[in-house]
């Protein structure tokens, strides 16, 4: 009885070190090099945060002191941010109809970008070049394959549950 209880207090202490040294471990490296769903201009960083449902998805696009994009791609809710945009704060709007694509600049200095009713992007920009800086981000999103991202540009939050 004795050997008993002393071989399950080895064995007990043994799982105990192999789980405290696996906890200090560094996390391994991951194989495969960054993907982002689009294509960053130089400087630009891009944050994904998952969404309760699968392929429910958003996150932010942005330059330190510069241009920030806020995006969202869900296959679920069926809208079209530039759709809810109020006609009184609509300085102009653009429609591709094959595609249901639309841009909307509002009043206040927003853009709107809706492709399809899955993907919407929305930025407050103060010139053309930041507003042409979103669109050619923006109209390469490609959430199957991406694009290479440099290390350091891509930072993904935890799934929410």
């Known amino acids: 009885m004795r050997k008993i209880r002393h071989l399950l207090l080895i064995l007990f202490l043994g799982l105990v070190c192999a789980d405290l040294s696996a906890q ?5 490296p991951v194989a495969s090099k960054p993907r982002s769903p689009f294509q960053l201009l130089p400087g630009y ?3 994904i945060r998952g969404g309760f449902e699968p392929h429910v ?9 510069g241009l920030t994009i806020e995006w969202s791609f869900d296959i679920y809710s069926g809208g079209a941010s530039a759709d809810t945009i109020k ?9 591709l ?8 600049r509002t009043r206040q200095n927003r853009a709107v970008l ?6 919407n992007c929305s930025a407050t920009v103060h010139n053309d070049q ?4 979103m669109l050619l981000m923006c109209l390469t999103f490609n959430n199957q394959k991406g694009y290479d991202a440099p290390p350091g540009t ?3 939050e935890p799934q929410k549950n």
Not at 97 to 104: G, H, I
């Open 130 to 133: 930041e507003l042409a800086e």
């Open 114 to 119: 809706s492709i399809g009713k899955e993907l």
């Open 57 to 65: 998805e958003g996150g932010r696009i942005w330059k330190p002191g």
């Open 24 to 28: 200090d471990a560094p996390p391994s």
């Open 45 to 47: 960083k891009l944050e």
């Open 97 to 104: 109809s094959p595609t249901s694509t639309v841009l909307v």
């Open 154 to 156: 891509v930072v993904i």
């Open 87 to 95: 006609q009184k704060d609509i300085l102009w709007r653009m429609e």
